[in-house]
């Protein structure tokens, strides 16, 4: 079983739009994995119909019982991030604000505040519209630990992908060089990066692979719409070159992608031209990048 993680230096690459694509031509030999959990969108894409669900718990946050609570203050003259407004005339927790360090806890002389788990968000198995699994989450609005839910989301991954013998794990992980990220790498065999030919783009595809380069993971690259900046691209096949990171392709910029996706369509499902085949050519070239590796 080998685990690709898709990524990318910055937002709005077609990341997702790579992934999901990905994971239709690999079909049922594939475990796919939406490890964007603050932005999860591929579900989108995936029509995916939930079997399982169970809320993620992880961190503490304080928590104030009003009946014994005597409003003395003390709590809120020791947070140092603001958390414990009073309200109508009484201290509460702002849950946004609180950073679990448990400090109004220990001053509390009437043993009035708690510290509790939070619930995070939650996470789903799910089958997906061509009969995959796919396995993702949903960070709660503000929520922290974004990087525990991604592992958890990538356990459960394996975990099935072990279980069912499949061939793949497809990864799409978050954009960036965040926590996420760092846990959407842990243990892949293969990152493929998709990029786009602006400086921010060519600036970020350097960030994103000084981090690939820490998991000593192998690398390869997509450039998408690549004919709207030939110089950048230029210097981006250059920067592959010179780094050793396999070249996968050039995809030109065409609004079949937005067509496909307002359709909730991956391109291999809506194009019947180029894209098409270069995206097969891509999963063939990948698929065996990995078995080299």
Known sequence: MKEI??????????????TATLAVLAGNDAIVADCDVDAADIHLLMKPIVEKSENFFS??????????CTNCGICADVCRF???????????????????????????????????????????????????????AKL???????????????????RLAVENNKDYIIVDGSPGIGCPVVSSLSG?????????????????????????????????????????NKEVTN?????????????????????????????????VEYDTGELKDLMVSSWEKIKGLIKSN
């Open 235 to 267: 210097e981006i096949i250059q920067f592959l070159d010179k780094e050793s990171i396999e070249y996968i392709a050039s995809f030109p910029y065409d609004e079949n992608f937005t067509k496909a996706m307002t359709f909730g369509k991956t391109i």
């Open 59 to 68: 961190g503490v946050a304080a928590k104030i019982d009003e009946d014994k």
């Open 5 to 18: 993680v898709v990524i990318s230096g910055k937002g709005g690459t077609g990341k997702t739009s790579v």
């Open 188 to 228: 892949a065999n293969f990152a493929v990066l998709v990029t786009e030919p602006s400086l921010s783009g060519l600036h970020d595809l350097k960030r994103v692979f000084e981090l690939v380069k820490k998991f000593n993971l192998k690398a390869g690259c997509i450039i998408n719409k690549y004919d709207i």
């Open 82 to 136: 603001n958390a414990i407004p009073v309200i109508d005339n009484q201290h509460s927790i702002n849950s946004l604000y609180c950073e679990g360090c448990g400090y109004c806890e220990k001053v509390c002389t009437v043993e009035a505040i708690t510290m509790n788990e939070m619930n995070v968000g939650d996470w789903y198995i799910s089958k997906t519209k061509i009969d995959n699994t796919l396995v993702h």
């Open 140 to 158: 709660g609005i503000g929520a922290e630990n974004s990087g525990k839910l991604v592992a958890k989301v990538k356990n459960e991954a394996k």
